[in-house]
């Protein structure tokens, strides 16, 4: 899920189908967006990120398993539904969720055990700018979501079914970041708006 500028949620179904969804009245809307697009998978990460040289905004999106043996970054246009890859990573950062910052960075979730990545990904190339190793001290994941609140990061996870865990990452601050909320729902979605507070 990746919520844009306007409070719209782009939710993304285990089908491949994409949804535009209202935060307000929470009515929703098929895209048109066609699955498989440049051999990009079904299901995928996604988060906006501000632009560069522009006062917009773009809906970035990570696979896994792209050309059956690689994660890739893409985007997809909002007024076409087009996907186009950018490139795959040349390092492995699992199989990542995305949340953008206001100020135009770009970030991913990938899970793992003993040790998750967050990295900042260059928007143009994929290249990992960075890549912090943290361990979340769960032993498996069956879902993940990402957001990016105040200059800090959240981690949503399940180890199983029914249950997730919240964790708060401050960059700079220790690799085995605290636990901020249980809950005893799944998590399969979370997205905030690059308009939202980066300190």
């Known amino acids: 899920m990746a919520v844009d500028r306007d409070g719209i949620a782009y939710v993304l179904f285990s089908q491949g189908e994409l949804f535009r969804v209202s935060t307000l009245t929470a009515s929703c809307k098929p895209t048109g967006f066609v699955p498989g697009q440049n051999g990009f998978p079904t299901t995928f990460g996604m988060g906006f990120s501000s632009n560069a040289n522009d006062p917009g905004e773009t809906l970035y999106v990570a696979g896994d398993n792209f050309s059956a043996s690689a994660t890739a970054l893409g985007t997809i246009d909002v007024n076409t539904f087009n996907l186009s890859v950018v490139a795959p990573f040349v390092q492995p950062i699992g199989n990542p969720e995305l949340t953008g910052t206001g100020d135009g960075r770009l970030f991913g979730f990938g899970p793992g055990s003993p040790n998750s990545h967050i990295a900042e990904l260059d928007k143009t190339t994929a290249a990992i700018k960075s890549d ?27 180890q199983a079914q029914g249950s997730s865990t919240v964790h708060k990452y401050t960059p700079g601050g220790s690799t085995t970041p605290p636990v901020v909320a249980k809950t005893a729902h799944t998590i399969v979605g979370a997205g905030v708006s690059t308009c939202a507070p980066s300190k």
């Open 132 to 158: 912090t190793l943290i361990d979340l001290q769960q032993s498996q994941y069956t879902a993940w979501v990402f957001a990016f609140w105040g200059g800090d990061f959240y981690t949503f996870t399940s």
